[in-house]
């Protein structure tokens, strides 16, 4: 079946600092990726998306590109903020989202000042 | 901005009590979820709820679960008979055509 396999934390940075948090991913088809950030104490949020091939999902400097070849969507950021600091969820769906989620296993981000 | 609430926000139960769980999906989508993470695991899909009926179901959404919309607002989650494997955090989620938004989910303890 469908899996996604993201890049074990925890993950610590300097305030500045460039992210990068790998995920790949097995599917049947042409899934929907995505990227979730969960801060604590509060539920998943949808950071970004991309829908198809060489798309590119990008939301509050956070940018991750759909690579058909790779079966890779690495989300990046180019500075790091202390207020990033979360866990992050890559995640699929067979459709444009109305489908099922298939999870990574998340990875924490800590950002010092 | 519309947002998914979830109650309560922790539950403790002793194993072979019944627990529900409540969830108030965005009032205009269609697409209902149940998902749950135990701790340090991946989140897992649990179930899938469109037009009143369930859509999709994994592989953990046996006989002991169930899930209702009981009165158009309301999306509920019962799980009949607790086990202690039942300890997790679950999170609701809805959709309208798109993406899902997820709820604060509601920490589940079985002793």
């Known amino acids: 079946g469908d899996s996604v396999t993201q890049m074990e934390g925890p993950v610590t940075l300097s305030e500045e600092a460039f992210l990068t948090i790998n995920c790949t991913y097995t599917a049947t088809g042409y899934p929907s990726l995505f990227w979730y950030v969960q801060y604590p104490g509060e539920g998943l949020q949808l950071l970004l998306k991309?829908?198809?091939?060489?798309d590119k999902g990008s939301n509050k400097g956070f940018e991750a590109t759909y690579r058909k070849e790779t079966t890779s969507f690495h989300l990046e950021k180019g500075s790091v903020q202390v207020s990033d600091s979360a866990v992050y969820f890559c995640?699929?769906?067979?459709?444009?989202?109305?489908?099922?989620?298939?999870f990574g296993k998340g990875t924490k981000l800590t950002v010092n000042p | 901005e519309p947002e998914v609430t979830q109650t309560p926000s922790h539950q403790v139960t002793q194993m072979g009590q019944e627990v529900i769980l409540r969830c108030v999906p965005i009032?205009?989508?269609?697409?209902f979820y149940w998902y749950r993470q135990i701790l340090g695991q991946k989140v897992e899909f649990l179930v899938s709820?469109?037009?009143?009926?369930?859509?999709?179901k994994s592989e953990i959404f046996d006989d002991q679960f169930s899930v209702e919309r009981p009165d158009g607002s309301n999306f509920t989650l019962k799980i009949r008979s607790t086990k202690l494997e039942d300890s997790a955090m679950y999170f609701c989620a809805c959709s309208g055509t798109g993406e899902q938004y997820f709820g604060p989910g509601t920490r589940l303890t079985v002793t």
């Open positions: 709820f469109y037009n009143n009926e369930i859509s999709e």
């Open positions: 991309a829908t198809k091939a060489d």
């Open positions: 995640a699929l769906s067979d459709e444009g989202g109305s489908e099922k989620l298939v």
């Open positions: 009032s205009n989508h269609l697409y």
